[in-house]
């Protein structure tokens, strides 16, 4: 079964650090871009960052609401992904979705969801 | 950044009813365009992308067609099933954008 399944979400002190991970399954890591999605308490999907496959040498991409104090790597020997989140703030409160990207045409596109993992920044 | 614009961001509709959404791009971004259907406490599903493909297993009252700048959802015979939010998110230009979302309720 092709699945992702996320964890490390967490309350945390703003200002403080937090690591996401997400493990994969069912498929062919290396070959996925793999994406990161945030939803605030009672708001739309945002999206947070990209990195990209094996054959695109693992480059990332950020939404500026992030860039400079999340960073998202990949461990292809675990088969996971990771959202590193640094200088948190309350507006980082968020469930925290982690999604394989897979190429439809000429564009990348969610195709398989993980469950979430609440993160929670404290004032 | 590429604004995604749904309307309505509301609407409340009977089972069997015909439904559209719309989905307005600040700019061209040819067909990058997705659907997806989310219901309360779980994760968002792909319905269509490409503006206008079907993703495997979605049923076939879904549909999905527009390039450029206007895009639009349809759903031609509403089902109990299908009262969910649904946001469009463009895939033409970093930073990846989602709609603001558009909630289906029952009537």
């Known amino acids: 079964e092709v699945q992702v399944v996320e964890s490390g979400g967490n309350l945390v002190q703003s200002g403080g650090s937090l690591r996401l991970s997400c493990v994969a399954s069912?498929?062919?890591?290396?070959?996925?871009?793999m994406d990161w999605v945030r939803q605030a308490p009672g708001k739309g999907l945002e999206w947070v960052g990209r990195?990209?496959?094996?054959?695109?040498?693992?480059?990332?991409e950020y939404a500026a609401s992030v860039k400079g104090r999340f960073t998202i790597s990949r461990d292809e020997s675990k088969n996971s992904l990771y959202l590193q989140m640094d200088s948190l703030k309350t507006e980082d409160t968020a469930v925290y979705y982690c999604g394989r990207g897979a190429w439809f045409g000429s564009t990348v596109t969610v195709d398989v969801w993980g469950q979430g993992t609440t993160v929670t920044v404290s004032s | 950044d590429i604004q995604l614009t749904q309307s309505p961001s509301f609407l409340s509709a009977s089972v069997g009813d015909r439904v559209t959404i719309t989905c307005r791009a600040s700019q061209g971004i040819s067909s990058y365009l997705a659907w997806y259907q989310q219901k309360p406490g779980k994760a968002p599903k792909l319905l269509i992308y490409a503006a206008s493909t079907l993703q495997r297993g979605v049923p076939s009252r879904f549909s999905g067609s527009g390039s450029g700048t206007e895009f639009t959802l349809t759903i031609s015979s509403l089902q109990p099933e299908d009262f969910a939010t649904y946001y469009c998110?463009?895939?033409?230009?970093?930073?990846?954008?989602f709609g603001g979302g558009t909630k289906v309720e029952i009537k």
């Open positions: 069912g498929f062919t890591f290396s070959d996925h871009y």
């Open positions: 990195a990209r496959n094996k054959a695109n040498s693992y480059t990332t």
């Open positions: 998110q463009q895939g033409n230009t970093y930073p990846l954008t």
